[in-house]
């Protein structure tokens, strides 16, 4: 396979390595993986993370286990072994379907290395493409609310949401981030905070339950989010608190914008209750930990509500942001 190379993810000197996201921002830490248990460790403890991010990941390691020869079943194996990992990003899933219908094939080793490098090149593209669309939505001047992370470090490319942000930010002079800290990993407060510090983007990091008031306050311009999985209907599966986020920016009648690409939409769930909504260990929300250590603080045994994703209802969203266009219906016959 060619050498392939994104800001958390590269196919280098024969290698897939992932840079280990539960370390950031204090520790920059790269990993080679090179079997199908390793690669769902990382996933499952989203040391990889972000719903394009996944599906690449886990693309590369079989193509590399392709090139190493593994064989028809072990290589089936380990596309629906992978797949299983994590259930509510449907990127992962596009992925693991191409990658099971290049395993048909006669060259089924240079099929899989193949549509590997499609897959991931395709990302850099769709990302490139979503920035270009969602430019035409920022104002000079705007104060922008985002929650989780959706840039780079999620994607193959320039990301999603924080990709539209990044990509208006060469174009104006003055933007301005609210970030979602992102309880209870953290995403936002680590992940995005360390993107927009790098890109030299003005950022503020908020508690997730401060939105209310900073948009009653009228500090907030728009909402830009990502997404897991968009239905056919347009209602869509995010990080846990873009629901709370849509339902406030409606009161507030603030624009809420949701971007990704058109690898995150579903056609075959017709809406968001469709959507399989994964549930996180107890320890995540008892406590915290990463890179600065860790505490649990909740007394011991406390029952625990953990959903990694909630669904926002279409009629919440004021336009979804493909790489095709924006559309400010959910009509995607175009996607
Ligand atoms: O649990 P995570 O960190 O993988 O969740 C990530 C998100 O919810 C992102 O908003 C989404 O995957 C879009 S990333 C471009």
């Given at each position: 396979m060619k050498e392939l190379i994104a800001a958390s993810l590269k196919f280098q000197a024969g290698k897939?390595?992932?840079?280990?996201?539960?370390?950031?921002?204090?520790?920059?830490?790269?990993?080679?993986?090179?079997?199908?248990?390793?690669?769902?460790?990382?996933?499952?403890?989203?040391?990889?993370?972000?719903?394009?991010?996944?599906?690449?990941?886990?693309?590369?390691?079989?193509?590399?286990?392709?090139e190493q020869g593994a064989n028809k079943q072990a290589l089936g194996e380990a596309i629906n072994?992978?797949?299983?990992?994590?259930?509510?990003?449907?990127?992962?899933?596009?992925?693991?379907?191409?990658?099971?219908q290049a395993l048909r094939q006669t060259q089924y080793v240079a099929a899989i290395v193949h549509r590997a490098e499609q897959l991931f090149e395709e990302d850099v593209t769709l990302c490139q493409r979503i920035g270009e669309h969602g430019v035409a939505l920022v104002d000079e001047g705007d104060n922008i609310l985002t929650h989780c992370n959706t840039g780079a470090l999620a994607t193959a490319g320039v990301g999603t949401a924080l990709g539209v942000i990044y990509t208006a930010a060469q174009q104006l002079s003055h933007l301005h981030v609210w970030v979602d800290e992102t309880r209870p990993l953290l995403q936002g407060g680590r992940l995005t905070a360390y993107e927009l510090a790098r890109w030299q983007i003005p950022y503020t990091v908020l508690c997730d339950n401060m939105a209310a008031a900073l948009m009653a306050a009228g500090k907030v311009d728009k909402v830009f989010v990502g997404a897991d999985r968009i239905a056919a209907n347009g209602d869509f599966a995010n990080k846990v608190g873009t629901y709370n986020l849509a339902v406030l920016a409606h009161y507030h009648d603030i624009p809420f914008y949701v971007v990704a690409p058109r690898t995150t939409f579903d056609a075959t769930c017709a809406h968001g209750a469709d959507i399989?909504?994964?549930?996180?260990?107890?320890?995540?929300?008892?406590?915290?930990?990463?890179?600065?250590?860790?505490?649990?603080?909740?007394?011991?045994?406390?029952?625990?509500?953990?959903?990694?994703?909630?669904?926002?209802?279409?009629?919440?969203?004021?336009?979804?942001?493909f790489d095709s266009g924006i559309y400010h219906e959910p009509n995607f016959a175009t996607i």
């Open positions: 897939v390595r992932v840079l280990d996201q539960y370390l950031l921002p204090h520790q920059e830490v790269w990993h080679t993986c090179e079997d199908v248990a390793s690669m769902q460790n990382l996933i499952n403890n989203l040391q990889v993370r972000g719903a394009p991010l996944i599906g690449l990941a886990a693309t590369l390691l079989v193509a590399y286990l392709a072994a992978l797949e299983a990992t994590r259930p509510t990003a449907v990127n992962l899933k596009h992925c693991m379907d191409t990658l099971r399989e909504i994964e549930q996180r260990s107890h320890t995540e929300v008892t406590g915290v930990s990463g890179s600065f250590g860790e505490c649990q603080w909740a007394p011991e045994n406390t029952p625990v509500f953990n959903p990694a994703f909630d669904v926002t209802p279409a009629s919440l969203v004021t336009a979804w942001v």
